[in-house]
């Protein structure tokens, strides 16, 4: 059996002296929360993505709740959510009272499939949230042409997709909302944390309301040129950024581009390493798709193995290989299976993609041979379950 010496961490954070540095800056500032470290990070993201606005939270799932306040959704309304996506994607609709009505994703890249939510609409319908799954963007056209001269608004679940861009518009560059994660995992951490973008009106009652509602940039009352005084026009909630976590995502802004390079130069060896083993589907991109590579998702061909796809796991961990599963299907956890009455089978793909799929470490760290150990034990797996 083939086995590295140490474990192979799945996703350990990339973080270096610079973000270090930077937190150090704050903690020796007067100011270590929601300040002008989290301005200039909103500033600074909101450039790179060429957002219309931004505004910086302490999560996506925060931005994802926000976003929904500021469309108005509420019970008695209905949203389409794709079966494969993490939880939070369909917990923020109930947050609303509003009703998830999560559809099967399309068989090739797993993201929400535009013939199926087109037959899930219904007049109750008032947004669709679709996911860019491991970084490579949904297809939005049908989607927005779906949205067109109907009350449906489209927020997008871009929790993997810094960068994504879909037929050359990035990812956050619409005026239509999108959910940003920079959580620990994320292709850009701050640890925790999120940003919402969009149409500025709407993102500014988005900050408004994740700021508990307070009508001014409140830190700055703290500031010589600020005012004590505040009003609050919203029962908000508390979804700020701090500048400690602002300051990990500057420098981590700095190092995206040379991380995005990193990981498409491990998909690539990844491709070489793997690609020609028949029991193993590797993800691939469409033409019309830039991914940003959060997730190498890759599905088994279990008619060619032995062992079933929690077994696969268990021998790459055997050979010292951390791997995940993204994500056991919303329709398939027992919250929403129980609420709502779902099988399996009504969202057939997803199911199926569930029982297949491993997703292989993949994130700017790795190392040529780290990633030389993972196609190694991949391949020996494979030879010695091989039906
Ligand atoms: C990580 C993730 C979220 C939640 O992000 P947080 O910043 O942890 O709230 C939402 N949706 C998807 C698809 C995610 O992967």
Same mark, same amino acid.
């Given at each position: ?84 996506? /993490? ?134 009352? /703290? ?13 908000? /909630? ?150």
């Amino acid at each position: 059996m083939i086995q590295r010496d140490t474990f192979l961490s799945f996703n350990p954070p990339a973080l270096s002296d610079a973000e270090r540095a930077e937190v150090m800056d704050t903690l020796n500032s007067e100011w270590v929360t929601t300040g002008p470290k989290t301005r200039q990070f909103e500033v600074e993201l909101g450039a790179y993505l060429g957002a219309p606005g931004i505004v910086a939270l302490n999560s996506c799932t925060a931005a994802l709740h926000v976003g929904l306040s500021v469309l108005g959704i509420g019970p008695g309304d209905e949203v389409i959510v794709p079966a494969l996506t /993490f939880c939070a994607t369909a917990n923020v609709v109930e947050h609303m009272g509003a009703r998830p009505v999560l559809v099967d994703v399309e068989p090739g890249q797993l993201t929400l499939d535009p013939i199926r939510v087109a037959q899930a609409v219904t007049p109750r319908t008032r947004a669709i949230l679709p996911v860019h799954y491991a970084g490579h963007p949904a297809d939005l056209d049908p989607l927005f042409a779906l949205c067109a001269g109907r009350d449906i608004a489209i927020l997008e679940d871009a929790a993997h997709a810094l960068p994504t861009s879909y037929r050359g518009i990035r990812v956050g560059s619409r005026s239509s909302l999108a959910a940003f994660s920079f959580y620990a995992t994320k292709n850009l951490s701050t640890v925790e944390g999120g940003a919402l973008t969009g149409d500025p009106a709407l993102v500014e009652r988005a900050r408004t309301l994740g700021h508990h509602g307070m009508n001014r940039d409140a830190w700055k009352r /703290f500031d010589r040129t600020g005012s004590w005084y505040y009003e609050v026009v919203l029962p908000g /909630f508390k979804y700020n950024l701090t500048d400690i976590a602002a300051s990990i995502g500057l420098q981590q802004l700095k190092r995206l581009e040379g991380f995005q390079r990193r990981r498409r130069q491990l998909v690539a060896a990844y491709r070489d390493g793997l690609g020609d083993l028949e029991a193993l589907r590797l993800p691939v991109a469409q033409p019309w798709a830039e991914s940003s590579w959060h997730l190498y998702v890759v599905r088994l061909d279990l008619a060619q193995l032995r062992i079933d796809r929690n077994a696969f796991i268990e021998e790459l961990k055997a050979r010292n290989i951390g791997t995940s599963v993204h994500y056991l299907p919303v329709h398939m956890q027992p919250y929403y299976r129980e609420k709502y009455h779902y099988l399996p089978a009504d969202c057939p793909v997803a199911a199926d993609a569930f029982t297949r799929m491993v997703s292989l470490p993949l994130h700017p760290g790795l190392s040529d041979s780290d990633l030389q150990d993972v196609v190694a034990a991949v391949r020996d797996v494979v030879a010695r379950f091989r039906v």
